[in-house]
T-cell receptor, first 115, second 121 residues
Framework: AQKITQTQPGMFVQEKEAVTLDCTYDTSDQSYGLFWYKQPSSGEMIFLIYQGSYDEQNATEGRYSLNFQKARKSANLVISASQLGDSAMYFCAMTLDTGRRALTFGSGTRLQVQP | GAVVSQHPSWVICKSGTSVKIECRSLDFQATTMFWYRQFPKQSLMLMATSNEGSKATYEQGVEKDKFLINHASLTLSTLTVTSAHPEDSSFYIC?????????????????FGEGSRLTVL
């Protein structure tokens, strides 16, 4: 079974600075997908970025980039130029390429952006 | 982009009653939907996989008689919490993968509903 670990329960960052949220994963499968979701206090899950296990380049989406280190089984999220609206819970998640597409989530990191 | 809608967003009920939560894919078909449960300040835990036209697949430890799932059409899955008790109070959220959606990405992106917050008194 796969497992996702987020070791930072909470993080603070100054507005306009960059921040890295850590995520490590464990799976014996060769084909998998890694996701990051943002969950504001309203509860909705907002998709941020995706990295496939066979993707050679790190994924980027606007201010979000995923630092994918396959050998270390890490998939850290980097948010550049933090904004106050980035304050939320951030979840790293994984799915195996079984077609089922159920996600396994990490415990989450609460990010607070300070002015 | 693809939209998944959940209803109701909030529900408060008395202990012993049953509550139905709907999850609809508004602009795409979803043969598979997923139901998650999230306790306060915790992560999302997969409860079950809802399969259109067949029985749901429940995760270990989830009572299938307690959490009834019906996926009667390609755009609707329902979760019924039967004989709800205070310990069932939680945030329930569904997700679906867009299938057959024009321009659907290869990322396997799952679209989430807005979630339903259940409080059982």
């Amino acid at each position: 079974a796969q497992k996702i670990t987020q070791t930072q329960p909470g993080m603070f960052v100054q507005e306009k600075e960059a921040v890295t949220l850590d995520c490590t994963y464990d799976t014996s499968d060769q084909s998998y997908g890694l996701f990051w979701y943002k969950q504001p206090s309203s509860g909705e899950m907002i998709f941020l970025i995706y990295q496939g296990s066979y993707d050679e380049q790190n994924a980027t989406e606007g201010r979000y980039s995923l630092n994918f280190q396959k050998a270390r089984k890490s998939a850290n999220l980097v948010i550049s130029a933090s904004q106050l609206g980035d304050s939320a819970m951030y979840f790293c998640a994984m799915t195996l390429d079984t077609g089922r597409r159920a996600l396994t989530f990490g415990s989450g990191t609460r990010l607070q952006v300070q002015p | 982009g693809a939209v998944v809608s959940q209803h109701p967003s909030w529900v408060i009920c008395k202990s012993g009653t049953s509550v139905k939560i709907e999850c609809r894919s508004l602009d795409f078909q979803a043969t598979t939907m997923f139901w998650y449960r999230q306790f306060p300040k915790q992560s999302l835990m997969l409860m079950a996989t809802s399969n259109e036209g067949s029985k749901a697949t429940y995760e270990q430890g989830v009572e299938k008689d307690k959490f009834l799932i019906n996926h009667a059409s390609l755009t609707l899955s329902t979760l019924t919490v039967t004989s709800a008790h205070p310990e069932d109070s939680s945030f329930y959220i569904c997700s679906a993968r867009a299938e057959g959606l024009a321009g659907a990405s290869d990322t396997g992106e799952l679209f989430f509903g807005e979630g339903s917050r259940l409080t059982v008194l």
